[in-house]
């Protein structure tokens, strides 16, 4: 109903712009207002407040940390396009703000601030770049940047993580070593210690989630909060940047195949807390959602968010780290050529040559 | 376009540089990835290789006439499999040291493509003369593949080169990994590519 | 059909002309091999007991070999332990027949000669003479007990378990107080520059010096090896003056009761060598605790 009613608004909004004599041409037949790089920067102001509120849980070097990951991202695709004498002004259209926000939002907030430079060049002259630039990398960038230094530095990139603040002292970790003061996510314990353990740090169960929710918990700068992620991600399903099937999928299916497989016996599993760690809700509205990465088409983007979530769950329980979204979205990447495929949209037409 | 007999030199320089087994004919792929994680795993499979595509190429050359063309594949495996044996056994008994290098590598080799690939397009169609030196170019080429690829992997990985220590840290551990191969031997396959480009440019101006 | 048969008789002739290829070298080269193996695990073992070039292995020095099988006597199961014992300045063997309880149930002479003992085959052949049907057995594993002037000085332990592709053979040492004097890895396939890593001392020399107490809670973690600590373990790379006694003693201490250090990125080879060598150990300590006994009881004077 609401992807009818979305192509119906933008075809009449689209119209006005419509020339009065009839003409052929390629499609898209109708131009909207909306560009790339307007729905790039959109997302990438969707993307701000976590950031500012991290800030005040983790301390003011996340700042400087996504700072360093967003410059090294545009630089890379500036000097890589520059020396593949591509058009350098592809950096204006926010794709690799975007690149380097999300990668700064998924590695531990006390990591080295060299680190996201290499994650970057990584993210987007690999995995972008030498595809063919925006619009023909099949991976999502940030989260191969995250992979590379997670397979590069296995230490840093699962155990820099920090406590939060809750005294506003923002430039208490700025100078110290990362190791003084170094924590566990609670994921991390939950997967080694069980549930008893993640209640008795952090509090009974309602206390963990309204934390977890508002945000004061140990993790990357995107695990924060739960709200404000989900605001920005709703304001993108309101503009109709991204439509609500993917992360409700990613969602629903982390959280049932949590309830079924989670617990010490079948249907005992904790959906709730499994949702609000880690990064299940980044990864529901921001990176799932990804044009390039993921499919088109209704069908399709419920079958590629409900095995993120399926993988997600997998990888939690039974694999050899704590989390799993950035390894499960990435398996889900390459399938979305055929996802598309499979779940073609109907043609309203019964022949195409007629309606030409 | 008419087909020049290549001299023996050319036949082994190519097997080393234009028609090298990994960044240009692009076979084996699997070893390079897997096993290229240091310059020394490169010498040893290297080696392990050149032995084995050597004696076979000279054997396959030998029966050429004699082989019938239905079983082809099935005799070049059987040779090849003969030949691994026979040098497994062999370093084991009368060169111990070398065979606890290489024993592993040994028996890697019973299923490379390079290998059948050379018998099937070379050895089973020219005089042994010039399958040996076919062999031989097409077993050091691999051997210098590897070695370059050890070499890149050994250095970033584990900041090491034939197991000295020269950076004194590891700066990029990814690279030890298995999925760091098929990276080195991509980057590696298009820096060959382009100095061929290069040189060939310069020659035609 | 004409052509069936052609091809067939041509695969036939190159599989022949392939075996027999291959059958030449290997009796050609049999004994060399099985000569070279023996001296590996030989010199590993003498290695492994803590000697070398600095510290000659005393000439009366033994490697007894404890034979262990699986006897079955119809329903009932026994352990046969052949067993080297002292008759007169003769070494003989005996076959020890212990039920699963660890009591004693008979001994029997077995006819064979030291150096014949070593062959699984000729073993075979002398067991059959004093365990006829209805008795059959099947060999189990073997341990080699080291003695020298009398005294045990330890025991090897060949052990066999499964790695990340195919089993890892080792050989795992231990003194008479089953602390862990070492261990050497003979075989395995694992990764070259991942698995492999398990030949390295920084990783085999970990498990030296662990109590028999530790070894059982023995476990991998997840953490890099500490830079001083991995240069400890090196021996053969030690430089003069690298390390002083005390030193040296300050990180036997500080690391005495760690657990061991995972390889990087190869998790897997590092539990499988661990846990396969804290059964290998635990195991043995059980049945050479029973075995003790039973000589003890019945009063047989075995050689070790």
Known sequence: MTGTQAEATTVEEAGKALPPKLFVSISPHFKATETVSKIMWTVVACLIPPLV??????????????????????ATEAISNRCLKRPVGTIKDGSAVITGLLLAYIIPPGVPYWMPILGGVMAIYVTKVLMGGIGYNMFNPALIGRAFLVATYPVAMTSAWLPPIRDAAVFKYMGAGVDAVSTATPLYILKHYGIAEVIERFGSLSVIYRDFFFGWRPGCIAETSALVLIIGGLYLIYKKYITWHTPVSVIASVAFFTWIFGGEKFFTGNPLLAVLSGGVIIGAFFMATDYVTSPTQVTGKLIFGAGIGALTVLIRLKGGYPEGVCYAILLMNPLTPALDRWFKPKRFAPQPEEGA | ?????????????????????????????????????????????GTAVLFVQVCSSCTISLVRNYIHPKIRIPTYTLTIATWVTVIDLVLAAY?????????????????????????????????????????????????????VLGFVRELLGSGMILGYDVLGFKPLLFFVLPCAGFFVVGIMMGFFNWIEVAYNRRKEV | MKEIIKITFALTISCVIAAAA?????????????????????NAMIGLLGFGEDNPAPSDLKFLNVYRYIVEDGEKKFLGYMVPVEKGSEEAYEMVLIDLEGNFVEKLEVPISAEKAEEAHDRATALQKVLAPPKIFTYADASVIATAGGKRLGYVLPGQFPGFRTFIHALVAMD?????????????????????EIEQEYFRNQFKGKTYEKLKTLQVIK????????????????????????????????????????ITASTISSKAVTDGVKNVAKKFAYRIGKLDSVLKKEKIHAAF
């Open chain 3, 223 to 262: 953490k890099p090896l500490p830079m001083e600590y991995k240069k400890y373990l090196e021996k053969s790379k030690w430089e003069d003056g690298m390390f002083t006694e005390e030193h040296i003693a300050e990180i036997r201490k500080q690391y005495k009761d760690a657990d061991i250090y995972a």
């Open chain 3, 176 to 196: 008479p107080k089953f602390e862990l004097l070492g261990l050497e890895i003979m075989e395995h396939e694992e990764d070259a520059g991942l698995g492999k």
């Open chain 2, 1 to 45: 376009m008419a087909i020049k007999e290549k001299t023996n030199t050319q036949l082994f320089v190519d097997g080393i540089l234009k028609e090298n087994p990994i960044f240009k004919l692009a076979l084996s792929m699997c070893p390079a990835v897997g096993i290229s994680t240091s310059v020394m795993n490169g010498i040893l499979l």
């Open chain 1, 53 to 74: 509120l991290s800030v005040f849980v983790f301390g003011f070097q996340t700042l400087i940390i996504a700072l360093v990951s967003v410059v090294s991202c545009v």
């Open chain 3, 22 to 42: 291959m059958g030449l070298t290997y009796t050609a080269t049999a004994k060399a091999k099985k000569h070279n193996h023996h001296m590996n695990v030989q």
């Open chain 2, 95 to 147: 060169v111990p040291v070398a065979y606890k290098a290489m024993g592993l590598f040994v028996r890697l080799i019973v299923a490379f493509a390079i290998i059948t690939m050379r018998l099937e397009m070379f050895a089973s169609k020219e005089p042994v003369g010039k399958s040996f030196w076919d062999g031989l170019g097409m077993g050091l080429g691999f051997m210098f593949a590897m070695m």
